[in-house]
DNA sequence: GTGAAAGCGCTAACAC
DNA sequence: GTGTTAGCGCTTTCAC
């Protein structure tokens, strides 16, 4: 069933059933009707892909996403969709598994797709393939945007959230409550949210006069296992840190791992801060403080940043069009752990 | 570029380098050589809408699941496309929010979009629109298959789970740690998840001769925020129950959220065992009971599914092709509710 | 307001 | 082993 047996059918040109399609004006009422009752009566659906190889283009966005199962990931992914649906996107979702190779590899793929726009949260800020590979898209027409890590020197439009400052005031928080021996858990120093957090936590000690000890700043990769190992390494210190903070969802669920198994209690034995919240926590007495953000949010407005790019071709405005990078604010969730400070005083047990 | 530059520029027709992509058996090496460095050199990659256009056929495949942010779900989307891959298959993820007519849309929209498979979750076993697109699907050759939930009265493919057995292992225990008054927070009634754990909770009460007490069984609805308000229902009885089995992940957290609330401590106060696991929780001192699957390995055994089903069109081995349901075994995780059975007995502390 | 026909980029049957 | 050519099912000038 095409679009010649509907014309037939109708007793019309295919040219005037495509123009029913697509609500072109140009038709009579009479004749509109016509063909609308031969789609139904055959149940019809035009071929996306003949009518996206006649018009150059497709309503096809590319989500490039390394892990899916980290709810970080999985929010955005919702927020993505949800928006996309909206305008009749459809989402092709791929998984990179944080390895390079198979970025690139899905990256080659998409050479020949005819997608529309492309989303990604890249596994590293300095891959050069990578980086000439979007930039390539770019080159197609195809809009590329980054959502919460960037690519270095690159000037894609991308939605980021403010790491810097959203680590210097967990750190912060560490330091008004009284501690000044404050370890980190980093994440990969080739990812912007890697090495931005690091950054806030340095100048938040730098800014109240903490010396920083090398020591205490150990790489956990984004990975639970990393953040286990390098809990342990800083609690077996001869000095260990009073104080944790840990750059992501799953390094903060390698140090809960380690204080679990070794009987440590939060606040009371050591106070941890984690970046990004972790819904299931608040059903529990684990009362965690984090560095919270707005991640189904970003995922909307990621989407409507490449929606926006589409517009901008549309109207032929190409040079008009100015980068967009938007820093979404973090906030800090207080739960409990300024109770370290009245601990330290001694009065716990209110 | 297309493939008639490419053609003009290795010196060879459109259909030669049509087989040279394409792997054809039928061309001399030289020739080959030579179009490979056209390809090469001006990092061609053949058009795939053109492609499927022309073959009738595509690399895509539709998933379509209720809420990718519900860790269930996105973990069997991580095991789709993670095999997928294997395959260069494409995966478009849309997402209904449970909401049937969201359902009906996508569906709708699917119809023109030549995909080669679908996978779905629906949101009702009962929905007669749903069951009958997708039957249209299979009409057309377009194979679907089911995954966690079902469609009454179908046949299609599917990967389930053994829920009636998960539940009753689960009821089973509670009983054997010396409940009598064990409640259930239940799922909808039009999900083969939903009845069918009901059904394995009853089970259990009768075959151990325990009355079944309707006003222990209260819907749940799958959500966090419906499962609380069960649990309030529960707790506020005359005669409340001592143990609960909840029905899935999310109304385990609205029951973990009435205890928090409450004070209540689990086994001390009350006995829960949750279907499906929540990852978070061993990260806490929640020892949470849980009947548990293999959730990931359903995402991948689903996409097999679907494999298997492309082979047999391919052989056109229709007739012989025989409907495959498989049913993953869950298995019981205990943590810890097996103390109940010592509190009773006055030894808490050991 | 409507139709004829060329074209999107590929594949595959057929001819050589 | 390779080329010619007619589709695949739409859109879009250009006529009328």
Redesign the interface.
Request: proline share 4%.
């Given at each position: 069933m095409n679009i010649y047996d509907i014309a037939r059918e109708a007793g019309v040109s295919p040219a005037t059933v495509s123009r029913v399609i697509n609500g072109n004006k140009n038709v009579r009422e009479e004749t509109r009707k016509k063909v609308l009752k031969a789609i139904e009566n055959n149940?019809y659906?035009?071929?996306?892909?003949?009518r996206?190889?006649s018009i150059g283009e497709?309503q096809?966005i590319a989500f490039i996403v390394p892990?899916?199962?980290n709810?970080f990931f999985?929010?955005i992914?919702?927020g993505i969709?949800?928006k996309a649906?909206d305008s009749?996107y459809?989402?092709?979702?791929?998984?990179t598994?944080e390895d390079p190779e198979?970025e690139h590899r899905?990256l080659?793929?998409l050479?020949?797709?005819?997608i529309k726009g492309l989303i990604i949260i890249p596994v590293s800020e300095i891959d050069e393939e990578t980086a000439f590979r979007l930039t390539?898209f770019e080159r197609e027409g195809i809009p590329v945007v980054l959502i919460d890590r960037d690519i270095k020197g690159s000037n894609f439009d991308g939605v980021f959230s403010e790491d810097i400052q959203g680590a210097y005031e967990a750190v912060e928080c560490l330091i008004q409550e009284g501690h000044k021996k404050i370890a980190m858990i980093t994440g990969p120093e080739t990812s912007r949210p890697g090495h931005d957090r690091l950054r806030g936590y340095k100048m938040a000690l730098t800014n109240y006069n903490i010396e920083i000890n090398e020591d205490y700043i150990i790489n956990g990769n984004f990975i639970e296992e990393d953040a286990y190992k390098a809990m342990k390494t800083l609690m077996e210190l001869k000095e260990p840190p009073t104080a944790v903070f840990s750059s992501n969802n799953m390094t903060t669920?390698g140090c809960?791992?380690y204080l679990?198994e070794h009987g440590l209690k939060l606040v009371e034995d050591i106070s941890l801060i984690g970046f990004d919240d972790?819904?299931?926590?608040?059903?529990?007495?684990?009362n965690l403080t984090v560095v919270a953000r707005p991640v189904?949010e970003m995922g909307q407005e990621v989407m409507e940043l490449l929606e926006r790019r589409f517009s901008y071709k549309k109207e032929g405005d190409r040079k008009k069009m100015i980068v967009r990078r938007n820093y979404v604010k973090t906030w800090l969730i207080k739960r409990g752990s300024e109770k370290y400070k009245k601990f330290q005083e001694g009065n716990v047990n209110e």
């Open positions: 149940n659906a035009p071929s996306s892909v003949a996206n190889l497709s096809n892990d899916v199962e709810p999985s929010q992914l919702q969709t949800d649906s009749n459809n989402v092709f979702m791929f998984g598994k198979r899905i080659e793929s050479k020949g797709e005819l390539n669920l809960l791992r679990k972790i819904k299931e926590l608040q059903y529990t007495d684990i189904y």
